[in-house]
């Protein structure tokens, strides 16, 4: 590769980083900031977490849009106007005089950050070579691991020194260098495809099949009115499913093209990214084993997480190292291997702090390496290059659902018995077996993917 080329490349993959970095640590944040805007808006924290649940809400649906408006119009508008956005909406955050603007602004950061690792993702895809595809997307992938271990420090030191509002400052200048590189270094090209009529029903149906699911799998209405509604929302997200799939099938230029799931490796990869959401959304009670069965106190209980983050972010990038060597579906195997470990071994707290930190470290290098990049390699290399964008705003979907089901069945598993340690050792039994699940499927890709022709 020519010198020049292999400048550029450089600083698009700067961009990418620093892009994706950027969102993803605001997410790492939130968590420490909330008592501190508790107490400067007055709110109860049923209130306070709105704010993470208006950011997935928005995010969720502005990645399939985000995608599809990539395919049609190119992928460096798109990516920069998800930049603008996250940081327009950092900004209404970081000036709101109440709770509710502040709301506002977390649902337009999460407009844009939906926008962001999606098409980072396909903007790699049309770019780089088979050969370097995966150490970018294994970095890619470790920028979630590097967030959670910076952010957490992070917003203690600018909570306690300059104020919260800071947090989300500290996202302008941040936005603004992506925006400068990123007009000198995201390729110009369009879509490969002529632009036709946009798919309006299909956006349509789309968003309020998605708005159902979240609302259906969060019981959000549920808290918020006492009343027994999350049947009725999922049942809602059924209907609405049935009516966009007929709605996509005769569409020229579908918002979730259903001739993706027709490809058995795209279908294979997009249920083990819901597996992945699903270890992911594992993780958020460990911290309570931790407190019920070893005695760490609750302020400490995250430092249990560290050896979990630390493997992670390590797995995610030699994951990225090796994925040309071993393969997309060895890699698979590999780490969902790891996960039905580390989870089987947290489903047993008797066995002392020791085990469940060897749990941790198993857990955390099988994520680094699920998502390391090997099953967006496979959505690269199946789906059509007309349609990469969509293909992997359809990863970042799966992935967030996943994240939401595992959240919503360990506390109900847990809560049917008492909430105790002996309910989340079955709710971890349950993680663990579904695990097993995923490594069954992972069996069924290809042992090696084919690249898609361009």
Request: glycine share 12%.
């Amino acid at each position: 590769m020519p010198a020049a080329d292999d400048a550029v490349q450089r600083r698009l993959v700067q961009v990418l980083f620093v892009g994706v970095f950027m969102a993803a640590l605001d997410s790492a944040i939130v968590g420490p900031v909330l008592p501190a805007l508790r107490e400067a808006f007055g709110v109860d924290n049923r209130t306070a977490g709105l704010l993470t649940t208006v950011f997935s809400l928005s995010s969720l649906c502005s990645t399939a849009l985000m995608a599809y408006f990539s395919d049609r119009h190119g992928r460096r508008p798109v990516y920069l106007a998800s930049v603008v956005l996250f940081a327009i909406g950092s900004l209404c955050i970081a000036a709101a005089p109440s709770f509710d603007l502040l709301l506002l602004g977390r649902a337009i950061q999460g407009i844009g950050a939906g926008g962001i690792a999606p098409v980072a993702s396909a903007v790699i895809g049309d770019v780089f070579t088979v050969e370097r595809r995966g150490r970018i997307l294994g970095l890619i992938g470790a920028t979630h691991g590097m967030a959670f271990v910076l952010g957490p420090p992070l917003a203690t030191v600018l909570t306690s020194t300059l104020g919260w509002r800071w947090l989300f400052l500290v996202n302008l200048p941040v936005a603004l260098v992506v925006l400068c590189l990123g007009v000198r270094s995201l390729p110009r090209q369009h879509s490969v495809a002529a632009p036709g009529p946009i798919d309006l029903a299909g956006i349509t149906v789309t968003l309020l099949f998605l708005l159902c699911l979240v609302l259906g799998i969060s019981r959000l209405p549920d808290s918020a009115t006492g009343m027994l509604l999350w049947p009725w929302f999922l049942a809602a997200s059924g209907v609405l499913l049935v009516a966009l799939v007929a709605i996509e099938k005769r569409q020229a230029q579908a918002l979730i093209p259903i001739d993706l799931f027709a490809n058995r490796q795209l279908a294979f990869a997009y249920a083990l990214t819901l597996g992945v959401g699903f270890s992911m959304g594992g993780i958020v009670f460990l911290t309570s084993i931790a407190t019920l069965a070893y005695g760490i106190s609750v302020e400490n209980a995250g430092l249990a997480l560290l050896p979990l983050v630390l493997c992670s972010m390590v797995g995610s990038m030699a994951a990225g190292r090796l994925l040309n060597r071993l393969g997309a579906r060895n890699m698979v195997i590999f780490g969902f291997g790891l996960l039905t470990l580390g989870y089987l071994q947290s489903a047993v707290p008797q066995t002392g702090f020791t085990a469940f930190v060897v749990a941790s470290v198993l857990i955390g290098i099988g994520l680094g390496v699920v998502v390391s990049g090997a099953l967006r390699t496979i959505a690269i290399d199946e789906a059509p290059p007309a349609l990469r964008g969509t293909a992997q705003g359809l990863i970042n979907i799966f992935n967030a659902v996943g994240t939401l089901l595992a959240v919503t069945c360990i506390s109900a598993i847990a809560d049917l018995d008492g909430g105790e340690l002996t309910g989340f050792g079955h709710a971890y039994l349950a993680m663990g077996l579904s695990m097993l699940v995923m490594l069954l499927i992972a069996f069924g890709l290809k042992r090696k993917s084919t690249e898609s022709v361009t």
